[in-house]
């Protein structure tokens, strides 16, 4: 078994690759379904997969979230340093402070992309 990619829907493709390349994805492809939809595939440079498949559905300019979205998590080599970045070149803030869920556990935080869908950052350094 394999993980192929995820996939969501969102309202503005500009906007919505330009989070995910700031986080670090590559744009890898672009796949127009009919005059409907166009899908966006990126993923992680040097990585094979798994793959991020934005579906952008033509004339629909956002969704609601529900209640059964969590969210999708990056680990990230300074979460501190990333965040510095996301903020100064994207305007790109964090809900809240990182934190840790246990006392042993990594340093986390969330963003949310275009749509509001929450990315968890993961930090990798240890800290």
Do not use: Q, W
Request: net charge negative; hydrophobic share 35%.
């Amino acid at each position: 078994m394999e993980l192929i990619h995820t996939c969501y829907r969102i309202g503005n493709p500009v906007k919505s690759i330009a989070f995910y390349e700031a986080l670090g994805f590559e744009k890898r492809r672009e796949l127009p379904i009919g005059d409907e939809a166009v899908n966006y595939f990126l993923g992680i440079p040097g990585a094979d997969g798994p793959e991020l498949e934005l579906t952008y559905n033509f004339g629909i300019p956002g969704y609601e979230l529900g209640t059964g979205y969590g969210h999708v998590a990056l680990r990230v080599d300074d979460l501190e340093a990333t965040l510095e970045r996301l903020a100064r070149e994207r305007g790109i803030e964090p809900e809240r402070p990182p934190y840790r869920v246990s006392k042993e556990g990594s340093l986390i935080c969330f963003v949310r992309d275009p749509d509001g869908y929450r990315i968890e950052l993961i930090d990798a350094s240890g800290r």
